[in-house]
């Protein structure tokens, strides 16, 4: 069976970015290279064959789980989302890894060269549990390798990397942290993020929106520069800051993901603060990217009225449509 009538399956049998147990592993793979020689595997959902060449792609879309690890239901609703921006989403690739735990490992009987994490420790860039100690972020690096091959994708001219939740966190770190790739720039194929709906943020400075007393780890990775950094990263807090603020991001706030005891919300201190909620922790988070950034900021962030904790409902709404695939009507 062709990937292209696979994904169809997949739309019409999953709700978009559903909560669910763990699903089959996708059929499509990528080769992550250890940090020490070696390399895993990472499953990754496609909504077109790239093992061969796709002239005509000029968008790819990587859309990351959260933190129920249901890449099914993310890629469907990234192939929702590419149907309903018409022609915007006619030339693009929807592309969603799977991040496997080791509890998914016995559950699905996973092959022994699959990647796989201790649970949650994906979304700080952790490094793997095996076969190798790549890290999470090191997932993102291998496709947008593959996706800047001429000779696998010769019209590529954008890959957007959108994340939701504990999805949304993994990405904002990673675009925080990100190894350069200059085949990007010599190639001019554009790099942008999208970040939905996150528990936390790393923060380059200790700064914070509410009072740090008690809470002595609140600086310390994944929320902070202070001390815990997995081996992925390069480079000191200031510089990666300021190229952070050079960055294409878009962050996306559902209104009404205003609930302080949200049972997937980051509760611990290190969360709290920065904010009650995932909403006013996106918001406070912006707020002080403007102020320390000013006019160095290549960054926006839309509020989507009437949505709450929703990657279906997030991606799908007018200003997720624009943010992955450039449609008007977000405002």
Avoid at 15 to 21: G, N, T
Wanted: charged letters at 15%; glycine letters at 12%; a neutral charge.
């Amino acid at each position: 069976m062709r990937l292209g009538l696979f994904a169809l399956l997949l739309l019409v049998t999953s709700p978009a970015f559903a909560e669910a147990p763990p699903a089959p592993l996708p059929p499509g793979r990528i080769t992550v290279p250890g940090p020490a020689g070696g390399s895993g595997e990472a499953p990754v959902y496609l909504s077109a064959d790239w093992s061969q060449p796709l002239p005509g792609i000029t968008r790819a879309v990587i859309i990351q789980h959260g933190l129920s690890r249901d890449a099914i239901g993310y890629f469907n609703g990234g192939l929702r989302a590419k149907q309903a921006a018409g022609a915007a989403g006619a030339n693009t690739l929807i592309l969603a890894p799977r991040i496997l735990d080791t509890t998914d490992v016995r559950t699905l009987d996973a092959p022994a060269a699959l990647l796989r994490w201790r649970h949650g420790n994906w979304a700080g860039g952790d490094p793997a549990e095996g076969p190798v100690p790549a890290s999470s972020f090191s997932v993102f690096d291998a496709i947008i390798a593959k996706l800047a091959d001429r000779h696998l994708f010769p019209d590529l001219n954008e890959i957007v990397v959108a994340g939701h939740s504990a999805g949304g966190q993994i990405v904002q770190r990673y675009a925080a942290v990100q190894h350069p790739n200059p085949t990007l720039a010599s190639e001019r194929i554009a790099l942008r993020f999208v970040i939905a709906n996150p528990s936390s943020y790393l923060y380059f400075t200790p700064w914070r929106p509410q009072p740090t007393a008690g809470c002595p780890r609140y600086d310390d990775w994944k929320y902070g520069f202070a001390k815990g950094m997995p081996p992925y990263v390069q480079g000191s807090a200031a510089s990666l800051e300021r190229h952070f603020w050079g960055l294409d991001i878009t962050y996306l706030y559902g209104t009404l993901d205003t609930d302080p005891n949200h049972s997937v919300l980051d509760k611990t201190c290190m969360g709290e603060v920065q904010g009650p909620t995932r909403y006013a922790r996106g918001h406070a988070w912006f707020a002080h990217l403007q102020q320390v950034a000013g006019a160095a900021l290549h960054q926006r962030m839309f509020d989507v009225p009437g949505v709450g904790h929703s990657g279906g409902k997030m991606f799908n709404s007018a200003c997720g449509l624009a943010a992955l695939f450039g449609t008007p009507g977000c405002k």
